[in-house]
């Protein structure tokens, strides 16, 4: 029951008003004056105040005022003899919500007095709604700042790595823009001294150079570039053998932004000759932790879904172990899951962690990401069909998904079993536009679906391991 205060000077008018309001289901309180007034409100709370204009003690827009500043959610209605549209909007620009003149009329109070009540409980959820959001903003920036900078720490501290990227931008094109830790201890250049300069400054072969100033990368050049062993002549002239990989960075229409050039000193391995076997099981590891390392590099720039990749990726393995595919299969699976979205790096951070709505533009930047993803990987040799899982993790059974709208079996199966597991997690999940929905209401939407999104036998698997086994998503650090 909403508490009214009641203030005016003569008696039978704010007993009137309240007996009017008390028998429509309001508790009203009368004050003859704004002193007693100010007394009742120190004692206790309400959420209207209806006062008269002309009071002996005190103006009642003064009090209004005062009223107001004390308790900003309290709702004021002015009442007064004298229709005088100056005095009201006077009021209204206190902040009062309504102005009614005496006589005062039964319904049209009754209006009023809602109205007031309804506008009133609408301000305070929407200034709690600011505050949490304005406190979740703050929050969630100061997590993407931590996390950029632990990304940051973790390829500096990668000593035995060295990454390279070379700006593709129109104006900077060939320059250098990032320069780690473990490249400096490769080339024994000083990464003050080579930051904005072009990258032939490293002497480095002229098919790097070339491929680092060409404007475009060809399939052909990228074909070349990846995963090639070379020779790097370091600052004072040694020669180093390395396994090269090139990464395109490409924007969402196609155009190059960036190159990520990766240099994994081999000497060691080469020296070795007893130990070549453990030397290839080392490449291998590389190669899972260099999938591993571009999810961190994803999901860091997105504290909200910070362990996305990886919890979908053990969710998918798992499906696929159920479907009893072979270990290799399973294993495809799970690197695929590890980096499925890998597109994400070419989308703004302040996109992926917008709480609110997002507009057209950024919506096609966001359904981009699994084409951004496939053509940094296409041309990598992976032992699984990796850049086929990224490009098609959104497509649906029935043709409704994207990039490509793909129907059936024109979706592979690792694809297939990765959606699923996509959207399970996703769900089971908190997102920065809503709350986590758990996973009854995951593994409800896809069995409505199943046949008509999903693969059936993805669904049946599912649902199995978490009826049956209840698996459970592991806790991601």
């Not at 990258?199 to 098919?207: A, G, I, K, N």
């Not at 049946?460 to 086994?469: E, P, Q, R």
Request: hydrophobic fraction near 40%.
């Amino acid at each position: 029951m909403s508490k009214i205060l009641i203030v005016d000077d003569e008696e039978s008018v704010r007993s009137v008003l309240g007996e009017m309001l008390e028998l429509n289901n309001y508790q009203c309180t009368l004050a003859a004056s704004t002193a007693e007034a100010h007394s009742l409100l120190d004692k206790d709370k309400f959420e209207l105040v209806i006062s008269d204009i002309n009071m002996p003690d005190q103006s009642g827009l003064d009090f209004i005022k005062e009223v107001m500043a004390k308790d900003p959610d309290v709702a004021v209605i002015m009442v007064t003899g004298m229709d005088d549209p100056m005095i009201a909007d006077v009021a209204l620009k206190l902040g009062a919500y309504d102005y009614v003149t005496k006589p005062v009329k039964l319904n049209n109070l009754l209006i009023s007095v809602s109205n007031a009540l309804k506008r009133r409980r609408l301000e305070i959820d929407n200034r709690l709604y600011q505050k949490q959001l304005e406190a979740m903003v703050s929050k969630q920036t100061a997590a993407l700042q931590e996390n950029e900078a632990r990304l940051k720490a973790i390829l500096e501290a990668a000593e035995h790595v060295s990454f390279i990227m070379v700006d593709q931008e129109a104006e900077n094109r060939g320059r250098i823009v990032e320069f780690s830790r473990g490249a400096e201890c490769l080339l024994g250049y000083n990464r003050r001294d080579v930051l904005g300069r072009p990258v032939s400054c490293l002497h480095l072969p002229d098919e790097i150079t070339n491929l680092a100033n060409n404007a475009h990368i060809s399939d052909n050049n990228i074909g070349k570039a990846l995963s090639k062993r070379l020779n790097l002549i370091t600052r004072s002239g040694n020669t180093v053998p390395v396994l090269s990989t090139v990464y395109p960075i490409l924007a969402p229409d196609g155009s190059l932004s960036a190159v990520l050039f990766v240099f994994l000193d081999i000497s060691e391995s080469i020296n070795a000759k007893a130990k070549t076997q453990q030397t290839v099981e080392q490449l291998e590891n590389a190669l899972k932790g260099s999938i591993k390392a571009m999810a961190m590099a994803v999901e860091m720039r997105d504290p909200y879904t910070a362990g996305h990749q990886q919890r979908v990726a053990d969710l998918a393995s798992t499906i696929a172990k159920e479907m009893n595919l072979s270990e290799k299969r399973s294993e495809g699976v799970m690197m695929g899951g590890i980096i499925h979205d890998l597109g994400k790096i070419a989308i703004p951070a302040e996109i992926l962690s917008k709480p609110g709505i997002i507009t057209e533009t950024e919506f096609e930047l966001i359904t981009a990401h699994p084409r951004v993803g496939y053509n940094i990987l296409k041309h990598i040799d992976f032992p699984w069909p990796i850049a086929q899982i990224v490009l098609q993790h959104h497509e649906r059974l029935n043709g409704s998904g994207y990039p490509q709208g793909l129907y059936g079996d024109q979706i592979i199966l690792e694809a297939r079993i990765i959606g699923v597991a996509d959207v399970v997690e996703a769900m089971a999940s908190h997102r920065p536009y809503r709350p986590a929905r758990g996973i009854d209401a995951a593994l409800k939407e896809i069995d409505k679906n199943k046949g008509i999104l999903y693969d059936p036998d993805v669904v049946k698997a599912c649902i199995n391991i978490f009826d049956k086994y209840n698996y459970t998503f592991k806790k991601v650090f």
